[in-house]
């Protein structure tokens, strides 16, 4: 089983510029999750989907947007990137609707100049 | 704002000894989570405890809960060069989200 997996692995954008991290999982989970991890302070929640057609805000949504297009796939959307979401992306799952054994995805590394 | 704080912020050991790693948090929890990331990599569940838990083993780990003092222990024992990475601990404190600590970093010398 691939497990979670995300596109693209690395990006480079300017300023301005649009982009959507893609993300898929064939465990067949309800929820999940969108993070961002910056040197230091560990991960942050950005958005999550509890289960297919749900979506809410977490620690630090702005600047973002979600889709959960069907219970596989959930991408997140830069809609004009900033020097400030220079980041590393994680996409997780987890089965049922819990906050536990959460299964991550290898990571978008973005860089906004 | 993070709810878990994991210490020392980074540990470096020998093959074969013991490696103890701490995560303090502020409010009740329902369950504290520890997860292991290896470089450029994505993090990998290790284990879970809940609360009315005290002591948790898997394999070569072992977790312990004090929900008195808000923290928790991460040891593993005899390890190995293959057990280098970053160790987050993650409680669901915060409206039941899933919060995550800055991480210690462990490396395992051969």
């Known amino acids: 089983n691939a497990g979670v997996t995300q596109t693209p692995k690395f990006q480079v954008l300017k300023t301005g510029q649009s982009m959507t991290l893609q993300c898929a999982q064939d465990?067949?989970?309800?929820?999940m999750y969108w993070y961002r991890q910056d040197p230091g302070m560990g991960l942050r929640l950005i958005y999550y989907?509890?289960?297919?057609?749900?979506?809410d805000k977490g620690e630090v949504p702005n600047g973002y947007n979600v889709s959960r297009l069907n219970k596989r796939e959930f991408s997140l959307r830069l809609e004009s990137a900033a020097p400030s979401q220079t980041s590393v992306y994680f996409c997780?799952?987890?089965?049922?609707?819990?906050?536990?054994?959460?299964?991550f995805g290898s990571g978008t590394q973005l860089s906004v100049l | 704002s993070q709810q878990g704080e994991e210490d020392p912020q980074a540990l470096s050991i020998q093959e074969g000894e013991n490696a103890t790693m701490n995560c303090s948090y502020k409010?009740?929890?329902?369950?504290l989570q520890w997860y292991r990331q290896n470089s450029g990599r994505g993090l990998v569940h290790l284990i879970l405890?809940?609360?009315?838990?005290r002591e948790k083993h898997s394999g070569r780990l072992r977790v312990t809960l004090d929900t008195s003092k808000k923290s928790s222990s991460l040891l593993i024992t005899a390890s190995r060069a293959a057990d280098t990475a970053s160790y987050f601990c993650?409680?669901?404190?915060?409206?039941?989200?899933?919060?995550f600590g800055a991480g210690t970093i462990l490396r395992v010398k051969s």
């Open positions: 997780a799952s987890s089965e049922g609707n819990r906050w536990e054994k959460l299964f």
């Open positions: 465990m067949n989970h309800n929820s």
């Open positions: 989907s509890a289960s297919e057609g749900t979506t």
């Open positions: 409010t009740s929890i329902n369950n």
């Open positions: 405890i809940r609360s009315n838990e």
């Open positions: 993650a409680t669901d404190a915060s409206g039941n989200k899933l919060v």
